[in-house]
């Protein structure tokens, strides 16, 4: 297996099953040539935001609820609460059970979705400039987001949360690299 760029180590997770594996075996050199799994504190800051997305709803539905009366009050509380939480549980998992991604000679990809599955493919070539996010969540959780922007509309960016940031900052240093390279051969 040869790498193009040795010197950039990344921390991967065995396999590329439908459940990711937990623990990173030691790390790889870029480019990798297999889908790679989300690390499992990704899991975490999913719910955390999914739980901030429902518990808003579920707290006025309480409100309005309680400003009823009728018969099973605390019955269709229970099953307001219920369903926020099994919701946000759901999506959380499925955003972390069906993401991937994947860096090799021709680009960056990112696979997301079990029945439906969308992939996207971001040949290096076309890498224009990146972000690397952190939200207050993700620092805590020493997770990453990574925004690779290309040529064309403000729509033109492929982007993946939940990196680990080791990970996320290798993936940033390769791509960076790559842009100067590009641009030095332009002004060649």
């Not at 901030?52 to 409100?63: D, E, N």
């Not at 309005?64 to 307001?80: D, E, I, M, N, P």
């Not at 925004?147 to 680990?164: D, F, N, P």
């Amino acid at each position: 297996m040869t790498h193009t760029d040795p010197a950039i180590d990344i921390h991967v997770a065995p396999g590329s099953s439908d459940m990711p594996a937990t623990s990173p075996e030691p790390s790889m050199p870029l480019p990798l040539r297999e889908w790679r799994a989300l690390p499992a504190r990704a899991y975490r800051v999913f719910l955390i935001v999914a739980l901030i997305v429902t518990v808003p709803p579920a707290i006025a539905a309480t409100v309005v609820l309680f400003g009823t009366s009728g018969t099973l009050l605390w019955v269709k509380l229970a099953a307001v609460w219920l369903l926020a939480i099994s919701l946000a549980l759901w999506v959380a998992r499925r955003r972390y059970r069906y993401t991937f991604w994947l860096l090799d000679e021709a680009g960056f990809a990112v696979r997301r979705g079990r029945m439906w599955q969308w992939e996207t493919r971001v040949p290096t070539s076309r890498v224009q400039h990146l972000d690397l996010k952190r939200g207050p969540i993700e620092r805590a959780h020493g997770l990453a987001s990574l925004v690779l922007h290309t040529a064309g509309t403000r729509l033109s960016a492929v982007s993946i949360s939940g990196l680990e940031d080791a990970d996320a900052e290798a993936l940033r240093d390769h791509f960076s690299r790559q842009i100067d390279r590009q641009d030095d051969d332009d002004h060649a």
